[in-house]
């Protein structure tokens, strides 16, 4: 196994180690003739392997570079080159200053969703090109994306992927990918394909946003295959407003999924919307606690400040008391309130006439007008949930009449790309006679369920549960996102 020092190639010096796994030791090396940093990837070769298993480490290693030689794109880390050391296959690579997803959300717990969608928009954006290519890469989990300090993510590690019409490395009984991450048609023991990528990554951001795949880490590799092969993905709880999009990504059938490109766009779509900041880290403790005597110190002068606080506020509130005792107090009179009266909310006026007993001067009764004012609240604001409610409802009562209004009910995006264009939205509507939603619930930030009952022009009916993610532009809710099942 190579050590620190060593020269791969008569070129590559290894500098230090930088990770390791499953297939391999991973450096940081420097190229000697092109006086720049590399990666190295020295390919594992267990001791006992047979000759069989050594050829096919060996045949996965070249498979990598040649598939990774096919990509060229800004979110998948470069191969240059491939080389033996000491009988193994060791493939130099792009060098990229990061952590990994896996060491971020072992930092945080957590991420933001912000954060999680720009990540996610820029892996799908690779897995589009890869599978333009015809490339599956059979193993999108966090520890292969890796993440730099410009926020810019790539993805690695195409070791155990595979071309179309390569053959599939099964012979030394090797898994293919990470059980946690895995489809359920890969768990079942079916082939990967392109729409096996889109359920990884969707597990992938899950983890992110919830803090553990959608089914865990099972010790139990096979307990866990066993869950993933037939149980249903559990919801998301902290995803919104990624929730609709995950649950597109995660759905059982292959056939049901989005293509790469699809959520390139949708995740994109949310990016754009939400925040991007990462929170700050806990602060570490302190190494030794501090000495008793500056303890006591801190305490007498957290004492100070509050009584301070105490006085001043106290001062201010006497204040405001005799100021509001020295007003003007309205009068109530024929002619209504004193005008030095002020009244700072919501008010109804209402007049009274009342007739009195008869003058004893002039024997004419008196006829008085009484203006009472009663005082009532604004009404509340209304909560964020009905907001995205009344933002659907409200949607679906201008389709299919009043087209235009509606367009621009919707981002940019999910018009040009899900709605099909202005063609292809009209086209889609004038087949449509009525429309109604029914059945709408929201979850805040973005999340909204709905019934969507299209009555056709053919006399067909078609009824759709559908999930909408939605985002605020232009001060109105918009429809980002949508996924039907």
Not at 97 to 116: C, F, R, W
Not at 153 to 161: E, N, Q, R, V
Not at 177 to 206: C, H, I, K, N, R
Request: aromatic share 4%; net charge negative.
């Amino acid at each position: 196994m190579a050590t620190e020092g060593d020269l791969i190639a008569e070129r590559y010096k290894l500098v230090r180690k930088v990770g390791s796994g499953a297939m391999g030791t991973v450096w940081q090396a420097r190229d000697q003739l092109l006086r720049r940093d590399v990666a190295v990837k020295e390919l594992l070769v267990r001791t006992g392997m047979t000759e069989l298993q050594t050829d096919e480490a060996r045949n996965r290693a070249m498979r990598e570079a040649r598939l990774a030689a096919r990509l060229h794109h800004p979110n998948v880390i470069s191969i240059y080159d491939v080389v033996e050391y000491e009988g193994r296959p060791c493939l130099i690579m792009e060098y990229l200053p990061s952590q990994s997803l896996a060491d971020l959300i072992a930092q945080h717990g957590v991420l933001p969703v912000g954060i999680v969608a720009r990540i996610g928009t820029q892996i799908a954006s690779a897995l589009a090109a890869a599978h333009t290519a015809g490339i599956v890469h059979r193993d999108v989990k966090p520890a292969n994306v890796l993440l730099n300090g410009d926020n810019v993510a790539k993805l690695t590690d195409f070791g155990i992927s595979r071309a179309d019409g390569d053959a599939t490395v099964t012979a030394a009984g090797l898994l293919a990918g990470t059980p946690a991450y895995l489809p359920p048609e890969v768990a079942q023991g079916e082939d990967s394909v392109f729409a096996s990528d889109v359920y990884s990554l969707g597990a992938m951001l899950y983890a992110a946003v919830e803090g553990h795949p959608p089914f865990g880490t099972d010790g139990n590799a096979v307990a866990l295959l066993h869950r993933i092969a037939t149980e249903e993905v559990p919801p998301p709880e902290h995803a919104v407003p990624l929730t609709a999009t995950l649950v597109w990504m995660l759905r059982r059938d292959p056939k049901h999924r989005p293509e790469a490109k699809e959520v390139q766009d949708a995740l994109g779509a949310l990016a754009e919307a939400m925040p991007a900041e990462m929170p700050a880290p806990a602060p570490l403790p302190a190494e030794e606690p501090p000495p008793v005597a500056a303890v006591a110190e801190g305490r007498d002068r957290r004492k100070v400040v509050a009584i301070v606080l105490m006085v001043g506020a106290l001062v201010v509130a006497i204040a405001v008391v005799v100021y509001a005792l020295n007003q003007p107090q309205p009068s109530v009179t024929a002619g209504g309130p004193s005008s030095t009266g002020k009244s700072t909310t919501a008010a109804s006026t209402t007049s009274t006439t009342a007739t009195t007993a008869a003058s004893t001067t002039t024997g004419v009764p008196t006829t008085t007008t009484v203006t009472t004012t009663t005082t009532t609240a604004a009404p509340p604001p209304v909560d964020a949930a009905t907001q995205l409610a009344n933002a659907i409802s409200d949607y679906y009562n201008l389709v299919p009449n009043d087209l235009n209004d509606a367009w621009n009910r919707m981002t940019d995006d999910y018009r040009q790309n899900k709605a099909g264009g202005k063609a292809g939205y009209q086209s889609f509507w004038g087949g449509v006679a009525s429309v109604e939603a029914t059945g709408v619930t929201a979850t805040p930030p973005g999340t909204v369920v709905a019934t969507i009952t299209y009555h056709k022009k053919d006399g067909s009916t078609q009824v759709e549960r559908t999930t909408f993610g939605m985002v605020q532009q232009d001060g109105i809710w918009k429809i980002a996102s949508s996924s039907v099942g």
